[in-house]
């Protein structure tokens, strides 16, 4: 069964202290791995894609990088605007590019 | 680019009316939407895919006959929740999938949601 599993579910961190995100999946064919931002009330807003292992990809103060078993979400001095939900979803090769998501991991900067 | 409106951004209905969301892809094409519905604290839970011009697919548990949706144009789809009951608020987001074939082919964009509260 597809299935994508993220860690931690909360993280707090202090300004300029940096991090990673775990997202674990288990897919029978991937077509692409996706990292999406969401604030309190709205939708999700893209952030990166990811198609085969070795990929990495930057934007602003967020890496993302993809294995064949899992991927992550660097974040580097983070800034109280970086606090939000960060969610993870595959979309498997077989499918109507319907995604599989994980719960998210809620992420809080401190100031 | 890829920007997804929703209309409205939050809704308040009495128990039994019908409530209708519209999503549209203001700058691009979409021959694919999809519609989710989010609890407090939940992550997103697909309801249905919508192919423009055809009937959409619902999700295992979904009633069709709830939730009415409409893609009649590679711009616009639309969800009816039929006959609300308090069960069914919630927070309705709607994503569209670039058919432009560009490097945005897979990508899902999504709209800003819209809160139903039935009372």
């Known amino acids: 069964e597809d299935q994508v599993t993220q860690s931690p579910e909360a993280l707090r961190l202090q300004e300029g202290e940096s991090s990673s995100l775990n997202c674990s999946y288990t897919?029978?064919?991937?077509?692409?791995l996706f990292w999406y931002r969401q604030d309190p009330g709205k939708g999700p807003e893209f952030l990166f894609t990811l198609y085969s292992a070795g990929e990495e990809k930057e934007k602003e103060r967020l890496k993302a990088t993809l294995t064949k078993k899992e991927s992550f979400l660097h974040i580097t001095a983070p800034k109280p605007e970086d606090s939000a939900t960060y969610l993870c979803?595959?979309?498997?090769?077989?499918?109507?590019?319907?995604?599989?998501w994980g719960a998210g991991t809620k992420l809080i900067i401190k100031p | 680019g890829a920007v997804v409106s929703q209309h409205p951004s939050w809704v308040i209905c009495k128990s039994g009316t019908s409530v209708k969301i519209e999503c549209r892809s203001l700058d691009f094409q979409a021959t694919t939407m999809f519609w989710y519905r989010q609890f407090p604290k939940q992550s997103l839970m697909l309801m249905a895919t919508?192919?423009?011009?055809?009937?959409?697919?619902?999700e295992q548990g979904v009633e069709k006959d709830k939730f009415l949706i409409n893609h009649a144009s590679l711009t616009l789809s639309t969800l009816t929740v039929t006959s609300a009951h308090p069960e069914d608020s919630s927070f309705y987001i709607c994503s569209a999938r670039d058919a432009s074939g560009g490097s945005s082919y897979n990508e899902q964009f999504f709209g800003p949601g819209t809160r139903l509260t039935v009372l």
């Open positions: 919508s192919n423009e011009g055809s009937k959409a697919t619902y």
């Open positions: 897919v029978s064919g991937l077509r692409g």
């Open positions: 979803a595959v979309q498997p090769v077989d499918s109507n590019y319907q995604l599989i």
